[in-house]
């Protein structure tokens, strides 16, 4: 019997701030709704920040959703924090979530073990640096350090998703593509740039799966909202179990 296939998106959110300039969390939630994604990996997130509000972005969007948010400050200063998310409504099991070694601001990744039908899926969340040398670092270290594992004895099934900032040519890319599947490449569709939100040129936003994972489809989503409500547009995959 064929296993129904997840759908799992990947977000930079940019604290919620769009292209207009307006602080809307909920117009961040009414993007991903549309997708009708499973899993949400969100980057840019800010937590209790008086830049934004002092609102909790993580936890508003997935209340929205109706989904229980998994949060991970990258940076934390007092109680203000900013970093990666992965929500969801399917059932959670072990998370993971730490620093990479960073030379500007700090970076992270969080990772959640979740359970679709009686799988295990472990979806892997980041948002890499700005300089080359600093991405080839903390690639090296979301590859290599166990980070792909979970917890289980046996390797799970593995999304690796995020902001990597990190164009096809670079050498960032190229180290990840040569272990795992890029989702866009996967389908019959020609890749889609995912930044800038208003008129697309970078493919900076990627999916990667282990070879245990089938991509049935990714596609960028381009429509009007999601256009303005980030500087990125969000990708989305439909990845089902070999």
């Not at 109680?79 to 992270?108: F, N």
Request: aromatic share 4%.
């Amino acid at each position: 019997m064929a296993e129904k296939s997840i759908r799992l998106l990947t977000y930079n959110v940019h604290s919620c701030i769009g292209s207009d300039r307006k602080l809307d969390p909920g117009r961040i939630a009414a993007v991903i709704a549309e997708a009708q994604a499973d899993i949400v990996a969100l980057q840019e997130v800010d937590v209790l920040r008086r830049r934004t509000g002092g609102i909790d972005q993580a936890h508003m969007i997935a209340s929205l959703l109706e989904m229980q948010a998994h949060f991970h400050p990258a940076l934390s200063v007092a109680e203000e924090q900013y970093g990666d998310a992965i929500i969801t409504a399917l059932p959670t099991g072990a998370v993971k979530a730490g620093p990479l070694p960073s030379i500007g601001e700090q970076r992270g990744a969080i990772s959640v073990e979740i359970l679709v039908g009686d799988r295990k899926l472990l979806v892997v969340n980041t948002h890499l640096g700005l300089r080359g040398r600093e991405r080839m670092r903390q690639m090296t270290t979301l590859l290599n350090a166990g980070w792909l594992r979970g917890t289980a004895d046996e390797p799970l099934p593995t999304i690796l998703c995020g902001d990597f900032n990190a164009i096809p040519s670079s050498a960032t890319y190229r180290l990840a593509a040569r272990s795992l599947k890029d989702a866009q490449r996967a389908g019959n569709a020609r890749p889609r740039a995912t930044f800038p939100a208003r008129y697309p040129l970078m493919r900076l936003d990627h999916v990667f799966v282990t070879d245990d994972l089938i991509v049935k489809q990714a596609t960028v989503m381009e429509n009007r909202l999601a256009r303005v409500a980030s500087d990125h547009l969000p990708l989305l995959a439909e990845i089902a179990f070999a």
